[in-house]
């Protein structure tokens, strides 16, 4: 077989992110991690994706923990 070049695919699945300053502690609570994402947690995947150069065809679930924990606060 040949070797092959080809390109890297990968993905970044985000949770609750936001900027906003006015959440409520449960809003953070609620989170494994202890807090609503933040815009630089995305910049900081992808700044791993980009350099990471033997990772393709992985989905990084950037989201404080909540797709393990699977409950939400109204």
Known sequence: MGHSEGGRSNAIAPGWISGATDLRPIDHTQHPAGRVGRPDDIADAVLYLADAGFVTGTVLTIDGGM???????E
Do not use: G, S
């Open 67 to 73: 797709t393990r924990k699977m409950i939400y606060a």
